[in-house]
């Protein structure tokens, strides 16, 4: 069965740094990743999706993800995080052979210092 | 913008009692979910929900869950009689394609349930 794992719960950065939140997944059959984000009191919204076209996905607020099959890694980037980039990012994956069902990771909590 | 809405945002039950969580999904959505988070914890698959019946549900999701589209804009998830360990934030979701890759879902701000 698919699953996802994110590495860190808890990432801090200083505002201008380069945001880089870990994702690995796990797929017998080439998955579909997507990344969510979860402002406070709101429902996740997406960020970006790997569909099996380009590696490298741009997503909304300048983040960008690759898919590196080899590592079975999706990671989240951001060159340089704003203040408003702090939230909770959940990394997901869905396949075929799950139906299309989507599951998350237990996500990451972004802190942005001034 | 379409969203889904979702209440209500925060209950508090007490153990044993029923417990109904409702949720209007975005209005040309044909398929809908209902996840899961214990605190600290993953984002949990529950059901998922197309053509009024279940097209898939979690080992979660046992004989005391239920879901309903009562009126065909509201989607509900009934718990019949609540556990301390179904405290959670639960989640509704909807999406205009659910048999892809590409499903992209469209989630309310989540219902809090306490169970005291």
């Known amino acids: 069965a698919q699953s996802v794992t994110q590495l860190g719960s808890h990432v801090s950065v200083s505002e201008g740094a380069l945001v880089l939140l870990r994702c690995n997944y796990s797929s017998s059959v080439p998955p579909y990743l997507f990344w969510y984000v979860q402002y406070p009191n709101q429902g996740l919204q997406l960020l970006l999706k790997?569909?099996?076209?380009?590696?490298l996905v741009k997503g909304i607020n300048g983040f960008e993800a690759e898919f590196k099959k080899s590592e079975t890694s999706f990671h989240l980037t951001k060159p340089s995080a704003h203040m408003r980039d702090a939230a909770e990012y959940f990394c997901?994956?869905?396949?075929?052979?799950?139906?299309?069902?989507?599951?998350f990771g237990a996500g990451t909590r972004l802190f942005v210092k001034a | 913008e379409p969203e889904v809405t979702q209440t209500p945002s925060h209950q508090v039950t007490q153990m044993g009692q029923e417990v109904i969580l409702r949720c209007v999904p975005i209005?040309?959505?044909?398929?809908f979910y209902w996840y899961r988070q214990i605190l600290g914890q993953k984002v949990e698959f529950l059901v998922s929900f197309y053509n009024n019946e279940i097209s898939e549900k979690s080992e979660i999701f046992d004989d005391q869950f239920s879901v309903e589209r009562p009126d065909g804009s509201n989607f509900t998830l009934k718990i019949r009689s609540t556990k301390l360990e179904d405290s959670a934030m639960y989640f509704c979701a909807s999406s205009d394609d659910g048999n892809s890759g590409a499903n992209v879902l469209t989630f309310g701000a989540g219902s809090r349930l306490t169970v005291l």
């Open positions: 790997y569909t099996s076209a380009a590696t």
């Open positions: 209005s040309n959505h044909l398929y």
């Open positions: 997901a994956v869905s396949d075929q052979a799950g139906g299309f069902k989507t599951i």
